[in-house]
């Protein structure tokens, strides 16, 4: 685990990346995170880092990504001897009831909708770095 709160996002979208680039640097955090553009940089990104600074304290997977999508990049992170433990939320534009279940059951932590508006961007980077914050603290507790 690293020793302050580090995000890893995985989004397809250029303009939600840099959204959410952007609301993180209104909040003082865009040092904490990481922006990838689908499932399978993301295992390249924690392959690189088993070897170097150390795990993020949260990963934010879109949905809908080519590539490798979010529920299967969620279904081998959580299989995976050393990724399992990593948070996960899963991050989407709609939320339907059956993919929320099933990425719930699968182990994501939790399953936010996209927001709409930019100052709703900087609530929601407001709350995925308390996210953060909290899964590191629990996991130096536990």
């Keep these: ?27 003082g955090r865009s040092n904490d995170i990481y922006l990838v553009e689908n499932g399978l940089q993301v295992f390249k990104y924690l392959d690189m880092s088993t070897e170097q600074s150390g795990m993020p304290s949260l990963i934010v997977l879109d949905l809908n990504m080519p590539i490798l999508d979010g529920m299967e990049t ?23 009831e059956v993919e929320k279940a099933r990425c719930l059951e699968i182990g ?28 590191q603290q629990a996991a130096l507790r536990g």
């Design 108 to 135: 994501a932590v939790d399953f936010i909708k996209k927001p709409a508006r930019f100052q709703q961007t900087i609530s929601t980077a407001k709350f995925l770095h308390e996210s953060a914050t909290g899964s």
């Design 1 to 27: 685990m690293s020793q302050k709160p580090f995000i890893l996002i995985a989004d397809d979208d250029q303009e939600d990346r840099y959204l959410l680039h952007t609301a993180f640097e209104e909040i």
């Design 74 to 96: 969620l279904s081998r992170l959580k299989a995976h001897k050393l990724y399992k433990n990593i948070p996960v939320i899963m991050f989407t534009t709609s939320v339907h």
